[in-house]
């Protein structure tokens, strides 16, 4: 794992000593003695985690983490403050202003380089999101994404699973102002309920009677709806070993008995609060996606989406044997729509036909806006027979009903054309089924228009 770690500390001493164990681990390490330096660094380059000290002249920690917070440039970058104080009253406090994690001065080294791992892991993940986002909608960071908000818009959902009432009924206690805890414990049906239920954190005590804690995690890790779902889990002092093999499973983020619950909190908070903002980012992402392959005007498919399903059902038409009819379908002297009524009500016509198309075919029937009045219904398992009865019921729907328009004027009565093409010898690729649907029109508009002709098989 390479990435850039940014050490600020105004005391020389301190910035070699985390430098040489990041280095040792072949992090790439820049560093600063001051917060307005460190602020300046996040903004120009590319820093991946910020190791912050908080006792600092002229801008504190605090301060330092606060306005990388609110930046949106640098609010995405983990920040981990380093201190020699280990008061609860800090730990608040950073939490406050947004800081993802803490360590406590003489720093251990295990918990430096897994907690730097976890917040390096955490940020890729994120990264990769940003990009995908920015890119489709070229818009930089939405008001909606940001992650430096120390409180949670609602409850964080928590699921934990914990073999001894006690200890279940003290975190409960701990995390009550923040979140509502779910607790398990039997870690077989924990799974279960994790996979069924929409947490945002999952935390797993290693108590677990006659079961061995990073199993469930790593069953956790491999089910696909529960794999995104952090997991937070709580070890014994001095247990090492498991930790390192819980953070190579994917476990994000661990806490060591006894449980100092303003570090709950915070670990609680930074592990939903970033689960949130993934999820967002791949909403946006999902909401993007669907956009490109959208009419804008109908809500129908588009073309580009049409050429990729079209060829994926024809595919499998073909390798089953099974019939496939496509309907192509254009309005009638559309134009004159545009040209005596206005464009406006050539939308309007063309949202309305699309409706019918919609309430017309089956839900397997893939219906899209092929361009300007042109629509194409992709009928799978059906033979050329029912597609032109489906055909011709959605030619009377437009010739039946006039269509109103916003404009309030005299509605208008149109018709429309259409050519069926159905799979058969001769027809190898999706284009050529195109291609016939399209003589199948034509021959359809010069036969007097407002008419099914099914091509010749
Ligand atoms: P035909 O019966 O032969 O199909 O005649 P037509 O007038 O429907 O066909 P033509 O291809 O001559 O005209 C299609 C018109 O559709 C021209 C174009 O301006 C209009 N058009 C294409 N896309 C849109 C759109 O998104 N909105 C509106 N209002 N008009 C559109
Ligand atoms: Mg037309």
């Given amino acids: 794992m390479t990435a850039r770690i940014l050490v600020v500390d105004d005391i020389p001493a301190n910035v070699k000593l985390l430098e040489a164990r990041l280095l040792a681990e072949y992090f ?3 560093t600063a003695d001051n917060g307005r330096d460190a602020l300046d660094i996040c903004d120009r380059t590319q820093v991946d985690v910020v190791l912050l000290d908080i006792m600092m002249p002229e801008m504190d920690g605090f301060e330092v983490c606060e306005r990388l917070k609110s930046n949106p440039r640098t609010a995405h970058i983990p920040v981990v403050m380093v201190t020699a104080l280990d008061q609860p009253s800090d730990r608040v406090r950073g939490l406050k202003v947004g800081a993802d994690d803490f360590l406590t001065k003489p720093v251990n080294d295990l918990q430096l380089i ?12 994120s990264d990769e999101l940003r990009i995908r986002h920015d890119g489709a909608r070229q818009i ?5 994404l940001r992650l430096h908000d120390g409180r949670l818009d609602e409850q964080a959902q928590i699921l934990l699973v914990d073999s001894r009432g006690a200890s279940q009924e003290r975190i409960i206690k701990s995390l009550k102002p923040i979140a509502s805890v779910i607790a398990m414990s039997d870690p077989q049906a924990s799974v279960f309920e994790a996979a069924e239920h929409a947490y945002d ?11 061995d804690p990073l199993r469930l995690c790593s069953q956790l890790r491999s089910l696909e709806r529960t794999r995104f779902i952090p997991i937070l889990l709580i070890t014994e002092h001095g247990d090492e070993q498991m930790i390192i093999r819980a953070l190579d499973l994917g476990v994000n983020d661990y806490i060591v008995r006894p449980l100092d619950p303003n570090e709950l909190v915070a670990r609680t908070l930074t592990q939903v609060r970033r ?16 956009l490109a392959v959208t009419d804008g005007l109908t809500g129908l498919h588009n073309r580009r989406y049409l050429d990729t399903h079209l060829r994926t059902l024809f595919a499998r038409a073909m390798a089953r044997g099974r019939p496939l009819t496509i309907c192509m379908t254009d309005i009638d002297r559309f134009k004159q729509v545009n040209d005596m009524h206005g464009h406006d009500a050539g939308d309007d016509v063309l949202k309305e036909f699309a409706s019918r198309i919609r309430s017309t075919v089956r839900g397997a029937d893939l219906a899209c806006r092929f361009g300007g009045e042109e629509f194409i219904v992709v009928m799978p398992d059906t033979p050329a027979d029912v597609a032109k009865t489906v055909a011709e019921r959605l030619r009377a729907m437009i010739e039946m009903r006039p269509f109103q328009l916003r404009s309030g004027e ?4 149109l018709t429309a054309s259409m050519g069926l093409a159905t799979l058969g010898p001769g027809i190898v690729t999706p284009e050529q089924l195109l291609k016939q649907a399209d003589n199948a029109l034509y ?8 008419r099914v002709v099914a091509a010749a098989a």
């Fill in 410 to 413: 005299t509605p208008l009565m």
């Fill in 140 to 144: 930089g960071l939405d008001e909606g």
């Fill in 28 to 30: 790439d390490v820049l």
């Fill in 114 to 125: 897994s907690r730097v791992k976890s917040l390096v892991r955490l940020k890729t993940l």
């Fill in 275 to 290: 689960k949130r903002y993934n999820d967002r980012l791949r909403n946006s992402v999902r909401q993007t996606i669907e």
């Fill in 201 to 211: 954190l999952v935390i797993v005590n290693s108590n677990l009677e006659d079961y």
């Fill in 443 to 450: 021959e359809a508009k010069n036969s007097g228009r407002n």
